[in-house]
Every structure is written in C-alpha cells, then in structure tokens.
C-alpha cells in the first residue's frame, strides 16, 4: 500500500476518538502466538464507541480477531448498526480487516467509514471498498 497516510490532525474529533479507542483496546491484546496486538473500536448508530482486541488460543484456530470482539461488544450492549470502524496496531504491517471480520461487520453495516491505523497514520477506507457485494440474507426484521 503506497498510499500516503493521513495524520490524525487530518481526521475529525470523533474520527480521532475511535482511534484513541483502538489504540486503547490493542494494549489489551491477548496475542501470546503471533505477538502482533490489535484494537478495533466500533461507532454504533447511536454514538457510542465499543472496542475489541485480539484474544489469540493455543489451537490457533479459535482465535478471535479484534474487529469480531467487538462487534460481539456492540451487539452485546444492545446496538444493530456500525457507523464507522477503526482497526489500530502497532507493528508493521498495518492492519487490515480480514475476510470472516468484513463479512460479520457486514451483518450490522450498510456502508462505514473504516480508519486502519497505527503510529505512521491512518489510512481511510469506504467500507463497501473492502466488501463489495457482500452476501446477505433479509431476514424477517423483528426477528431477534
Ligand atoms: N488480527 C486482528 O485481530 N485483526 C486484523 O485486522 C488482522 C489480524 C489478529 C488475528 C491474530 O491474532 C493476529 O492478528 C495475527 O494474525
């Protein structure tokens, strides 16, 4: 990716909060395998910010990345709809949602603004770019 950065002066103050949060939760990461921490910090349709980080297993395959711990946070609190979604780390390379996290974010997002971020900037995404024609079903909407 050669795309020149964005610094966080170049962000808004809320875009700048969800980073704050991101980086926040990657302290959190419980990555023991890989040593590679990620945050992810999620703005709901009502303005709050809900994080994630990593929490990696012993079977490797059971791990949760950040951006799924925090869907699961957002759900959890009672929200349905992503607006915007930071994914931070630290180390190189920059973070990128993989494919399992698109498609869950998917399930709670029409579109999002998503921020991939870390101490050299922040690189900012539609997220429809990163999942375009994403599979969906439409389910009964009262349904829980
Ligand atoms: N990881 C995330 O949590 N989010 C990403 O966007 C990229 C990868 C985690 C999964 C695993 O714990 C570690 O980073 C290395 O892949």
Known sequence: MSEPLLSLAELTAEEQQLVASAELAAQRAYCRYSKYAVG???QASSGRIYSGCNVENA???ATLCAERAAVCALVAAGERRIHAVCVYARAEPMPMPCGVCRQVISEFCRDATVLVAGPRGVLRRSFKALLPD????SPD???P
């Open 40 to 42: 992810a910090a999620l």
């Open 141 to 143: 909407e009262d349904a």
């Open 59 to 61: 079977s490797y395959g």
């Open 134 to 137: 994403a599979f969906e079903l």
